[in-house]
C-alpha cells in the first residue's frame, strides 16, 4: 500500500502541474508520471508477446505473426495475475493506481471546462469507469483521424519507450477546418514516462501515422474513462470487463 500510495501521490502531482492547451482541442501534456525508478521497474516487467492478445474495436488492425498490429493486456488483477511474480508485483502497484478514484478526479479536475462544455453544470458528477490497457504497437499499425466515441469521457495515453529515439511515433493532434477537412496541428512526443491527455469531445480530432519498421515495439497505456452514468453504461462495462477476463482465462487454458 505504501508503494501504490507513492506512486499515485506523484502520479496526481504530475497531473496538477502539467501544461494545459487549448489548440487545436483542449488538452494536457503530461512529463514524469511515474517516478524514475518504477518507471524503469515497468519497463523491465513489460510482459512478452504471447501474453497479450489482439485487440479489437472499430479501427481493424492488421494481422502479424503475433496477433497484431496492435495488440494488449487489461491491466487489471484479473488479468496480470497471469504473469511472473516479478512482473506481476509491479503491474500490481500500476493497476491500483491507474484504478484509483484519485486519479480520476485529478483528470476530472484539469479537464474540467471541456467537461462542462460536453455535460453542463452536472459534470462533476457524471460516473466514468476507467479501463486501462497496456498496448503494444509494432510496425504498419496506424490509425485514422478520429475524435473517440461518445462513451467515453475521457482518453489519456502514457507512452513507455526506453529512449527519445521513437519520438516522431507520438499521436498527432488535428483541426478541423471550415471546409470539412482537417490540419495537422501537433504531435506528441513519443518520448519516455510521457503523455496526454483530453476530454472527449465534438472537437477531439486525433491519428497516429504508419508505424515503420525501424520501430520494434510503440508500447503505451491507454487508460480511458468510459461513462459510467446510466443503467446501461454500467451494465455494459462491467459485462464487458467479465467477457474480456473469460476470453482470457481461456486463452490462458490453451498455452
Same mark, same amino acid.
Given at each position: 500500500?505504501?508503494?501504490?500510495?507513492?506512486?499515485?501521490?506523484? =502520479?496526481?502531482?504530475?497531473?496538477?502541474?502539467? #501544461? /494545459?492547451?487549448?489548440? $487545436?482541442?483542449?488538452?494536457? &501534456?503530461? *512529463? +514524469?508520471?511515474?517516478? =524514475?525508478?518504477?518507471?524503469?521497474?515497468?519497463? #523491465? /516487467?513489460?510482459?512478452? $508477446?504471447?501474453?497479450?492478445? &489482439?485487440? *479489437? +474495436?472499430?479501427?481493424?488492425?492488421?494481422?502479424?505473426?503475433?496477433?497484431?498490429?496492435?495488440?494488449?493486456?487489461?491491466?487489471?488483477?484479473?488479468?496480470?495475475?497471469?504473469?511472473?511474480?516479478?512482473?506481476?508485483?509491479?503491474?500490481?502497484?500500476?493497476?491500483?493506481?491507474?484504478?484509483?478514484?484519485?486519479?480520476?478526479?485529478?483528470?476530472?479536475?484539469?479537464?474540467?471546462?471541456?467537461?462542462?462544455?460536453?455535460?453542463?453544470?452536472?459534470?462533476?458528477?457524471?460516473?466514468?469507469?476507467?479501463?486501462?490497457?497496456?498496448?503494444?504497437?509494432?510496425?504498419?499499425?496506424?490509425?485514422?483521424?478520429?475524435?473517440?466515441?461518445?462513451?467515453?469521457?475521457?482518453?489519456?495515453?502514457?507512452?513507455?519507450?526506453?529512449?527519445?529515439?521513437?519520438?516522431?511515433?507520438?499521436?498527432?493532434?488535428?483541426?478541423?477546418?471550415?471546409?470539412?477537412?482537417?490540419?495537422?496541428?501537433?504531435?506528441?512526443?513519443?518520448?519516455?514516462?510521457?503523455?496526454?491527455?483530453?476530454?472527449?469531445?465534438?472537437?477531439?480530432?486525433?491519428?497516429?501515422?504508419?508505424?515503420?519498421?525501424?520501430?520494434?515495439?510503440?508500447?503505451?497505456?491507454?487508460?480511458?474513462?468510459?461513462?459510467?452514468?446510466?443503467?446501461?453504461?454500467?451494465?455494459?462495462?462491467?459485462?464487458?470487463?467479465?467477457?474480456?477476463?473469460?476470453?482470457?482465462?481461456?486463452?490462458?487454458?490453451?498455452?
Amino acid at each position: 500500500m505504501e508503494q501504490v500510495n507513492r506512486v499515485l501521490q506523484h =502520479a496526481v502531482r504530475t497531473i496538477e502541474t502539467s #501544461e /494545459a492547451h487549448e489548440t $487545436p482541442f483542449c488538452h494536457l &501534456r503530461l *512529463s +514524469g508520471v511515474f517516478p =524514475a525508478d518504477i518507471y524503469a521497474a515497468m519497463l #523491465e /516487467a513489460m510482459p512478452v $508477446p504471447s501474453d497479450y492478445r &489482439r485487440m *479489437s +474495436g472499430r479501427t481493424k488492425y492488421t494481422r502479424t505473426d503475433e496477433g497484431g498490429t496492435r495488440t494488449k493486456i487489461d491491466v487489471f488483477p484479473e488479468y496480470i495475475r497471469h504473469l511472473p511474480a516479478h512482473k506481476k508485483a509491479i503491474w500490481r502497484v500500476i493497476s491500483r493506481v491507474l484504478c484509483s478514484p484519485e486519479l480520476g478526479e485529478a483528470f476530472r479536475r484539469r479537464l474540467a471546462k471541456p467537461l462542462e462544455q460536453r455535460f453542463g453544470a452536472a459534470w462533476r458528477d457524471v460516473g466514468v469507469y476507467p479501463i486501462p490497457v497496456l498496448t503494444r504497437d509494432v510496425a504498419d499499425y496506424e490509425i485514422g483521424i478520429h475524435s473517440d466515441t461518445k462513451s467515453k469521457g475521457m482518453t489519456i495515453q502514457l507512452y513507455l519507450p526506453r529512449d527519445r529515439s521513437t519520438e516522431h511515433i507520438g499521436t498527432v493532434f488535428h483541426a478541423k477546418r471550415a471546409d470539412g477537412n482537417y490540419e495537422r496541428a501537433y504531435r506528441m512526443p513519443f518520448a519516455p514516462n510521457t503523455g496526454y491527455a483530453f476530454a472527449v469531445g465534438d472537437d477531439s480530432y486525433h491519428s497516429v501515422d504508419r508505424v515503420g519498421p525501424e520501430v520494434r515495439t510503440r508500447d503505451s497505456i491507454l487508460l480511458t474513462y468510459f461513462l459510467d452514468n446510466t443503467a446501461v453504461y454500467r451494465t455494459k462495462n462491467r459485462l464487458k470487463r467479465l467477457a474480456n477476463f473469460l476470453l482470457n482465462e481461456m486463452r490462458q487454458l490453451g498455452r
